[in-house]
T-cell receptor, first 109, second 120 residues
Framework: GENVEQHPSTLSVQEGDSAVIKCTYSDSASNYFPWYKQELGKRPQLIIDIRSNVGEKKDQRIAVTLNKTAKHFSLHITETQPEDSAVYFCAARGGKLIFGQGTELSVKP | ETGVTQTPRHLVMGMTNKKSLKCEQHLGHNAMYWYKQSAKKPLELMFVYSLEERVENNSVPSRFSPECPNSSHLFLHLHTLQPEDSALYLC???????????????????FGPGTRLTVL
């Protein structure tokens, strides 16, 4: 069946460093790839998304890249701050939205 | 933060109880979703409603029964649950349900705060 693999499951970085989270998907018909951030005890919130007609999208310190040939996409966070600490979920939509397993990012001051 | 609301926020129930979770969206969206979020697992899509019609039912046990009386409200009726059903249940909504292959659809999903369910 359709699935999305997300790595790593945990990531610890020093404040100011960059963080990269990678996802691969299986459904070649997938055309929409959102990323959600879920802080402890809170709801998932969309932070950035990309559609299959573009290869890269940037919003301040956050960027997402998409490689449709390889069926993988990545989230890049630059100049990380302690408030970036959260669980990040990628997702891919072909017929339905399938979520990755999540990455717990910890930014140490 | 008030776009999608859920009640109750916490629920403890026995295996023989019947309870209902409620979701309400104030965004004028046409599609609503129920997800289950268990520890260390991906978000699991349970049900999708588009224009009050169920369009997805992902092999969810019959002890979970959804209801969508109108495009703003979504319920999840619970009966004879098992301890392994304990989880965070999240509701979400999106402008539309895109269906397969729709490239430019407005399907960004907005989540509610969730109901933390504990089954004893």
């Amino acid at each position: 069946g359709e699935n999305v693999e997300q790595h790593p499951s945990t990531l610890s970085v020093q404040e100011g460093d960059s963080a990269v989270i990678k996802c691969t998907y299986s459904d070649s018909a997938s055309n929409y790839f959102p990323w959600y951030k879920q802080e402890l005890g809170k709801r998932p919130q969309l932070i950035i998304d990309i559609r299959s007609n573009v290869g890269e999208k940037k919003d301040q310190r956050i960027a997402v890249t998409l490689n449709k040939t390889a069926k993988h996409f990545s989230l890049h966070i630059t100049e990380t701050q302690p408030e970036d600490s959260a669980v990040y979920f990628c997702a891919a939509r072909g017929g339905k939205l399938i979520f990755g397993q999540g990455t717990e990012l910890s930014v140490k001051p | 933060e008030t776009g999608v609301t859920q009640t109750p926020r916490h629920l403890v129930m026995g295996m023989t109880n019947k309870k209902s979770l409620k979701c309400e969206q104030h965004l004028g969206h046409n599609a609503m979703y129920w997800y289950k979020q268990s520890a260390k697992k991906p978000l699991e899509l349970m049900f999708v409603y588009s224009l009050e019609e169920r369009v997805e039912n992902n092999s969810v046990p019959s002890r979970f029964s959804p209801e969508c009386p109108n495009s703003s409200h979504l319920f999840l009726h619970l009966h004879t649950l098992q301890p392994e059903d304990s989880a965070l249940y999240l509701c979400a909504s999106s402008q539309d349900w895109p269906g397969r292959g729709a490239l430019f659809s407005t399907d960004t999903q907005y989540f509610g705060p969730g109901t933390r369910l504990t089954v004893l």
